[in-house]
């Protein structure tokens, strides 16, 4: 791709705009972990830190489009269900197009940053005495009903601008090792991403730039409280349960009805891929992991790498594979799930004696 914008609008080729509502989302980095690498004990080890744009999730690379998409049609209430991170990114973008927002988050659910974020931008933050699965029925119904535009993965134009996410990270490996990595390891929520990145995959295999036995496993991860996509990977299963109770503490990904799973599951299946769970203490883990690289991520983030650790212990992923981990959101989302995984504050008088005795302690 050789495009005339920046970022996801490099790759404009590949979407339905030439251009988008943009505050300069996508081109995240694609960072080594050398220690990391080498105690999971794979060849290659690569972090794709979604978490680097705009407003601190991949979900930007997405509303870029769709925002773009309403803006056209001329639409005049921009709606979202979220568990946090997709409504700071629509409240950004919506403020930025000079659209009116509303999105319906879960009550007492979402972390502190993303409502912090949603509030600035100017959205009007509805809270549900309810999951996310329940707004997200409920946003369905309003778009229905014709009382705003939903701008959830449910929203296909969303899914094309994530799509340069599989793209960024397969010219990242071609440029570093000069092959495409062999899995792409994600957390799972909604699937969206999921479903983006075999969409992509699939668009270059059909224009020959890509053969069918390179396309990257997409390897799904998801925490144990919320893990109906795992379950149904597990069964062989056409069709995903709807889980009416999760839990977990990567709020980002406390979802029960992923409704991408009609295009996730072939995505999983036909690259080879596979699904896991993992708990909240392995996904703290990874996410201390990430940190002791100077990579700070949100719970969910984690997820990825947590799930990878656990594939590779099983056997299910090899020693000679070249991976990438999708990390989704940046740790000041979560700032109270990062202090509680960190270092506790010392308190110290304020006088160079004291610090140098508390030090010596
Ligand atoms: N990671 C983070 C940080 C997320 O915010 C989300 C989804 C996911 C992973 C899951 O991605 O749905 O493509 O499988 N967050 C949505 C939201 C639901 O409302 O912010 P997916």
């Known amino acids: 791709y050789e495009g005339q914008g920046q970022g ?27 220690r ?17 744009n705009p407003t601190g999730s991949f979900k930007d690379r997405g509303m870029t489009v769709g925002v773009a998409v309403a803006k056209e049609l001329g ?27 509303l999105v319906l988050l879960p009550a007492g659910k979402v972390a502190a940053g993303k409502i912090a974020q949603a509030s600035l931008h100017g959205a009007r933050i509805l809270e549900v005495d309810g999951n996310f699965d329940a707004c997200l029925d409920i946003v369905q119904e309003l778009a229905q009903q014709g009382e705003a535009y939903l701008l959830n993965s449910l929203n296909p134009f969303r899914l094309e601008g994530q799509k340069t996410i599989g793209l960024e990270i397969l010219e990242g490996f071609l440029a570093d090792y000069d092959t495409v990595p062999d899995r792409i390891v994600l957390p799972v929520g ?6 983006a990145l075999y969409k992509a995959f699939r668009e270059l295999v059909q224009v020959g730039s890509l053969e069918e036995d390179e396309v990257p496993k997409l390897t799904g991860v998801q925490a144990e409280g919320a893990a109906p996509m795992v379950e149904a990977v597990e069964n062989g299963a056409d ?5 009416e109770d999760v839990e977990t503490r990567a709020t980002a990904i406390r979802i029960g009805n992923p409704v991408n799973a009609p295009k996730a599951l072939p995505g999983i299946r036909e690259t080879g891929g596979t699904a896991i769970s993992v708990s909240d203490e392995e996904i703290t883990d990874a996410q201390r992991d990430l940190a002791g690289e100077g990579i700070g991520v949100e719970p969910a983030s984690a997820a990825s790498v947590a799930g990878l650790r656990k594939l590779r212990a099983e056997g299910i992923v090899d020693d000679d594979e070249r991976v990438a981990c999708l990390t989704t959101g940046h740790l000041l989302k979560d700032p109270d799930a990062a202090a509680a995984a960190g270092a506790e504050p010392e308190p110290v ?3 160079t004696d004291g610090i140098l005795e508390h030090l010596s302690e």
């Open 75 to 101: 639409v005049g209430r921009l709606a979202c269900a979220s568990t946090g991170n997709t409504s700071a990114a629509l409240a950004a973008y919506g403020s930025r197009g000079g659209m009116e927002t």
């Open 349 to 351: 008088p304020a006088e």
């Open 8 to 34: 996801v609008w490099r790759y404009a080729d590949a979407l339905p705009l030439e251009e988008g509502v943009t505050t300069q989302e996508g081109a995240t980095p694609l960072y080594e972990v050398p």
């Open 239 to 243: 069709e995903v349960r709807r889980w």
């Open 190 to 195: 909604n699937a969206g991403n999921t479903s």
């Open 36 to 52: 990391l690498e080498e105690d999971i004990g794979v060849e290659a080890l690569r972090i794709k830190h979604e978490g680097m």
